[in-house]
């Protein structure tokens, strides 16, 4: 006799955790804290040294020549789009899976969003799909590295090379992966990072943005700062007042004890990422036994940063969709999520840009069944356990049986 499903928690049963575990977390050390108060008793708060300083210690982490910080992932992708030369009536080729930020930034330039589709198994951008979208008036092709794995970028830079298009990476998702051996944010002509805390490192809020283009950095550098050239600290060393400006810029600029918890946090981006790994593999392992739960696949020649951890439920084995499969995980307390709502499907993007339902079947089918579950690097082993407790427990509830029953007969 096989043993009675035990009572979900959202059909009054205990559930599995007492307190909410979130999908993602920071983890912030006294060293991190000392960082920070030292720069708080200095002089300079903010354009002073060790801006620089993060970006060096970034720069060099990611294996590219140059890194500019600022103050949102959303101010990098800003930045680098005006770096990328988008200016009104630009088109601009852009994955219909990702987080609105990555496509909003080029409208705020004018640019006009195409949408990609994705690969069914990954929910990467298609590389077959883009060169039918290139009109006279493409820019750019924005690959963003959802979950944490990475683009295939040989194959992108095969058709922006082509076409002579720029090519950039969202690679807020993948800080500390790899493709083929060549490390995330040296991988795309402008490549952007967030350092919100749910990111694999934080600063409160910043970003960054790492290019070999010494030029594009330079611009960038001027863009957060109101596009005026020189900033305050330059300003005081030469002893001067004066600055011109050709183009209005933003205030992007991210504070010094900001940047000293992001080089404190960028000590231990190895350890992490091993961590993330891990558990993703002990994820990997619990599920392989599920009939109607799939991880996204994971491509044997990337190293997976593990910002997220993405499984599909099949809602033809389930007596559930996947809201009721998210509410049950919820009232789990496991702070189950879904990333993302295709971006076309946005009321902004459906009104302003005419984008519509079918434009992106990969994506918006994938968007139906994904579930996002808890995955952060300072999770323990236990948090972990709970978490494929509480998945095994809601699938094996909702799943239907395709046994075929004999009755018993004498
Ligand atoms: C987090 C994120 C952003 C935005 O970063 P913020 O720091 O929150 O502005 C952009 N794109 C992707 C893919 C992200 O995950």
């Given at each position: 006799m096989p043993a009675m499903p035990v009572k979900l928690a959202i059909e009054g049963g205990s559930p599995i955790r007492s307190t909410l575990l979130p999908y993602g977390h920071q983890s912030v050390s006294e060293e991190d804290i000392a960082a920070v108060n030292e720069v708080l008793r200095s002089?300079?708060?903010?354009?002073?040294?060790k801006v620089g300083e993060f970006e060096h210690a970034f720069a060099s982490v990611t294996g590219a020549k140059e890194a500019v910080v600022v103050n949102s992932g959303t101010a990098a992708l800003h930045c680098a789009y005006y770096a990328a030369g988008i200016r009104p009536g630009d088109e601009v080729i852009v994955p219909a899976m990702t987080f609105s930020a990555t496509v909003n930034a080029a409208v705020c330039l004018g640019a006009k969003p195409v949408f990609c589709d994705c690969e069914p198994d990954t929910l990467l951008i298609d590389a077959e799909k883009i060169e039918k979208l290139i009109t006279n008036k493409t820019k750019a092709v924005v690959a963003v590295d959802y979950a944490g794995q990475s683009c295939d970028y040989d194959a992108l830079r095969k058709i922006t090379s082509e076409y002579g298009l720029m090519l950039m990476a969202d690679s807020c998702h993948a800080l500390g992966g790899n493709y083929k051996g060549r490390k995330v944010g040296s991988l795309a002509d402008l490549n952007t990072f967030s350092f919100h805390p749910v990111k694999p490192i934080t600063t409160g809020e910043g970003g960054m943005i790492t290019t070999d283009s010494e030029e594009m950095a330079r611009q960038m550098r001027q863009f957060r700062n109101h596009?005026?050239?020189?900033?305050h600290r330059e300003r005081q060393e030469q002893g001067s007042w004066a600055y011109e400006m050709s183009e209005p810029g933003m205030n992007y600029r991210l504070t010094d004890f900001q940047c000293a918890l992001g080089m404190s946090q960028l000590n231990r981006l190895d350890e992490w990422t091993k961590r993330r790994q891990e558990i993703a593999q002990k994820y990997d392992w619990a599920f392989s036994s599920l009939k109607a739960i799939a991880p996204l696949k994971a491509k044997s020649d990337i190293s997976h940063a593990y910002h997220l951890y993405v499984i599909r439920i099949n809602p033809e084995y389930l007596h559930a969709d996947r809201e009721k499969i998210f509410q049950s995980l919820r009232a789990e307390n496991i702070g189950a999520n879904v990333?993302?709502?295709?971006?076309?499907?946005?009321k902004f993007y459906r009104e302003r840009f005419s984008a519509r339902e079918g434009l992106c079947p990969a994506a918006e089918l994938a968007f139906r069944n994904i579930i996002t579950l808890p995955l952060f690097s300072s999770m323990s082993d236990s948090d972990a356990e709970d978490v494929i407790e509480a998945v095994k427990k809601v699938h094996d509830r909702y799943l239907i049986s395709k046994e075929v029953r004999i009755p018993s007969c004498v």
């Open positions: 002089d300079w708060l903010t354009t002073g040294k596009n005026i050239t020189s900033d990333h993302y709502i295709p971006v076309h499907l946005l």
